[in-house]
């Protein structure tokens, strides 16, 4: 069973912006980042779940830090004055990627960073993937914390002295 | 404004799974995944997003539609025999997603195709991203329309007789 990843990275320069209860129709995902890409908003991931009742839907979506009053500001101005839409953010949160080359065992590579990260404690807020990445949203206090334990999880520690 | 986008991609072999109402504790993702590894069930897409009541939230992942019976069957006995949980599927999905290099302006990027898909009518139920992937879950009748939308938006038609 081979190891397929290369790498873990962090990022602390993070803030996570969700739009609670979208209207699931087309046209709104547009209405979100339309604005945003208009100010020149850098938005680095983007998560959407598949509605519960087919009306509504969350998007959750993050900033640099620095971009969050400004993010918050343009959905004030659009979508977030949709009906029944509330807007929440924080800035408490770190995103930490396990990076693979052709994971193909993929799934596996995923399960075990979640079961590592469980065994700190660690709660898992947002999981978003690509072929070459796994990523999720954590605590920021945790972050040090999961990095260690996922480079020892899979083998990536550094020989003393490197 | 640089065009960064270099394909179209899609894929209609795909089936969502949504685990609703997962307990959101450090632990479950892991109870999700591990099992789905241990059965060598590949996994294509993971969404998960922030919790809206600090307590449940839902997860979707993909397979290919001939893993879905295993996966439901994985599922049943494990994740999904927690409190509250229910577990729903679909084989009537399509992926389609937008591949850029180097996507600086990502957001302008993802803003696009969000736009493009709506202005054909087309619903998008689950999005995720990585650094050079956008992708979208849709309803598999508008895989097609879906494709050409965007093939045309980005400039990437081919010429004639190619
Ligand atoms: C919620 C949002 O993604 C909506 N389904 C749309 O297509 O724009
Ligand atoms: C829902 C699930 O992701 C949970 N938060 C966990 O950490 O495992």
Redesign the pocket.
Known sequence: EQEVVSGVAHSRDEAKITLRNLPDIPGVAAQVFGPLADHAINVDMIVQNVSADQRRTDLTFTVGRADLPAALKVLSENAGKLEGVEVQSSADVAKVSIIGIGMRSYVGVASKM?KT??EKGI???V?TTSEIKVSVLIAEDYTELAVRALHTAYGLDRPEGE
Chains 1, 2 share one sequence.
Do not use: A, M
């Open positions: 979640f990260l469980s709660n898992i807020q999981i």
